[in-house]
């Protein structure tokens, strides 16, 4: 598996299971911090990944 590849499908997979979290948790309590807002920041962070594995992609096929 290339690098630029499991990026995108660990990107991917984050960015679905924090809108998950984001979307189905809002009756759920913990102690310690939200659902919603974990749904919230892996939503971020997989947008990220997902951004930097298009960027690797792009990256591979420009130089070679």
């Avoid at 290339?2 to 309590?29: N, Q, Y």
């Amino acid at each position: 598996m290339t690098p630029a590849s499991k990026s995108l499908t660990e990107g991917a997979i984050c960015a679905v299971a924090g809108t998950a979290l984001f979307l189905f948790t809002e009756d759920v309590e913990i102690p310690v911090f939200t659902l919603t807002k974990v749904g919230a920041v892996l939503m971020v962070v997989g947008g990220l990944q997902l951004l930097y594995g298009t960027y690797q992609a792009i990256r591979t096929r420009v130089t070679g």
